[in-house]
Nanobody, 126 residues
């Protein structure tokens, strides 16, 4: 499976962006997908993830209430709707996936994911 990320860009603080991550194949029954981000000089940070089947979804504390993760099973695409963006959201965003149904506590751990897309830059200006 290959992951193709898109949708990054430059936006003013308070604005919105939607990131998309399209998989090259249909997701198997066991599949978890999500987003991580990395700002310059900082460690990679968990943003959000979900199980492709079911409703289990996790969000990082810094994005709760502002970001929404959704999936389109027809197009095999994961969407991250980012609202009320802040300058501290500036980072390279990476989509990730694994052919397993991760438990909630494991979704935040980047080493649980073995499929990664290229990064897409999100820049929020103040």
């Amino acid at each position: 499976v290959q992951l193709q990320a898109s949708g990054g860009g430059l936006v003013l603080a308070g604005g919105s962006l939607r990131l998309s991550c399209t998989a090259s194949e249909r997701a198997p029954s066991g599949y978890t997908a999500g987003w991580f981000r990395q700002a310059p000089g900082k460690e990679r940070e968990f943003v959000a993830a979900l199980r492709w089947s079911g409703t289990t979804t996790a969000y990082g504390d810094s994005v709760k209430g502002r970001f929404t993760l959704s999936r389109d099973r027809v197009t095999n695409t994961l969407h991250l709707q980012m609202n009320s963006l802040k300058p501290e959201d500036t980072a390279v965003y990476h989509c990730a996936a694994t052919r397993r149904n991760l438990i909630l506590s494991s979704m935040r751990t980047e080493t649980e994911y073995d499929l990664w897309g290229q990064g897409t830059q999100v820049t929020v200006s103040s």
